[in-house]
């Protein structure tokens, strides 16, 4: 059985962390405007908090979620909910791809 063809990107592991990061954006959303903690995360996610924490920085990085002030662990949409797009989530999670370098200017 062809694996690539079971993944809408071609690549598991950049479909898995997509399919990661639209389930933790979504349920910050159903959830807006209140906080959702780490563990509620780890609940509706069923992955781990490290991971969750890993992926939830990136996200902060490309402003589509950040900390809340009022909850200890807890993450809240950077906009309102209508501002994400699926094209924001697909630029983060490919932008953070390990192995994956910033293009440099050639010299001359």
């Known amino acids: ?3 690539d063809g079971d993944y809408i990107l071609g690549n598991g592991a950049l479909h898995d962390r997509f399919r990661l990061a639209t389930a933790i954006l ?3 959303v ?3 405007p ?3 903690s780490m563990s509620q995360l780890e609940d509706h996610t069923g992955r781990p908090a490290k991971e ?3 992926l939830c920085g990136n996200l902060w990085r490309a402003l589509l979620m950040r900390p809340d002030a009022s909850l200890h662990d807890g993450w809240v ?3 309102p909910p209508n501002a994400v797009t699926l094209e924001d989530v697909f630029r983060c999670v490919l932008d953070t791809q ?3 370098r910033k293009a440099t200017t050639a010299k001359a």
């Open 1 to 3: 059985m062809d694996l």
């Open 26 to 28: 979504g349920a910050l």
């Open 30 to 32: 159903s959830n807006a």
């Open 34 to 36: 209140r906080p959702m």
């Open 52 to 54: 969750l924490v890993k």
């Open 77 to 79: 949409l950077a906009g």
């Open 98 to 100: 390990p192995g994956r």
